[in-house]
């Protein structure tokens, strides 16, 4: 640079594109910056870290300072300035393509030897029952919809199960669920790791890994609705129907029905009576038939995962972290029903929080991440909910607040208030609640019944 001014001083023909006048270098009406890093940096602080420019794009944030500075492989660096901002990285919107290419289940080598668990909620109370158990074989699509009443607990999940599944196909190898606190219990886990049973659930935030049984509720709520529009407290009553349709329906995965798959023939096809005509039934259950629908049912189910996997990895993208990188981690803490009774401001919270530091590989799409001490959420992420972090910290992130406090045995210190609301259909008393290290405007309210059950030894 100062080679060029040294002979623009001369001769200023000696280089058309400069200029020197009043002490400033200037390159097509430009301001021609020197290799000095801290004035670079405060150039892109200001054009585009403050309020004026509110962290621009790439593309805009470039142009804006082209327009009116220059320096060598300044493209560069200001990409890889906005590429590394922390703010940016945060709040903005991932604009790939969905992360993971779609990784099907294995395909079982038996009926009834890998079934998926799953609950329809939110229906009216009928004769003591408010929800529905689905039961799905991951191989023959079969399923089985069990009604229970609220509240459940694990012990009466598995006794549904027992009653109804258990009796017809034994145990399974392994069950798939999402992330239900049923689930997630500890009586649930000793209950099957005693039997030798496998549970699989779903990484955090990902539904997707139970798509079948997804799919299943949302195949059942739409049949009840259809049937029970104008009654929809009766639904109780349709579940044996619903369930002997569903299971005799012809599926475009297997290219068959489940009774098919199961029994070897046909679902039997009622007809009206005819006065005087005879009828009979032949059912051919030979062995070797069943293993020619078992040999083509794989057939088409793996025939069917291609087609799906091709049909939506090309709306996917390909993403891969190796042990040890930093990624930017993407919380949707309105999908934690923990926290849906606290006031947060959800809209306007980082889209990403860390970056944390990738500890293991879980299967191909999925990701243990070394999370905060005390973290209240489990710490297997699918790859949709990272990004990479370009550039590592050199402190350890933290989780929002909210997300800790969970974490927290927090002690009750007084009850501040009280009243009477409707729980159920019948009259409950809520308590408002301090605890101990929190200021008074963070008491919460909390069901009375509850916080004694949890909190017998307290003395208000």
Known sequence: MRKIISELNIDKASHPLFSFDNGELLRKGKLVVGNDEAVKLHILKWLHDSAVEGHSGRDATLHKIKSLFYWPKMNIEIQQYVRNCGVCQQNKYDSAAKPGLLQPLPIPQSVWESISMDFVEGLPPSGGKHCILVVVDQLSKSAHFVSLSHPYIAIDVAQAYMDNIFKLYGLPKEIISDRDPTFLSEVWKELFRVQGVDLKHSTTYHPQTDGQTEVTNRTLETYLRCMTADTPHTWPHWLPLAEGWYNTTYHLAIHTTPFEVLFGQPPPTHLPYLPGESSSAVIDRSMQQRENIINMLKFHLTRAQNRMKQISDAKRSFREFSIGN???????????????????????????????????????????????????IHNVFHVSQMKLCPNPPTVQSTLPQYLMDLGTAKEPEAILDKKVVKRRNTAATKVLVQWKGYPPDQATWEFYQDFTAKFPTFDP
């Open 326 to 376: 930093y990624v930017y981690l993407e919380l949707q803490p309105y999908r934690q029903h923990s926290l849906k009774n606290r006031k947060l401001p959800h809209k306007l919270s980082p889209r990403f929080y860390g970056p944390f530091r990738v500890i293991d590989k879980i299967g191909q799409v999925a990701y243990k991440l070394e999370l905060p001490p005390g973290a209240a």
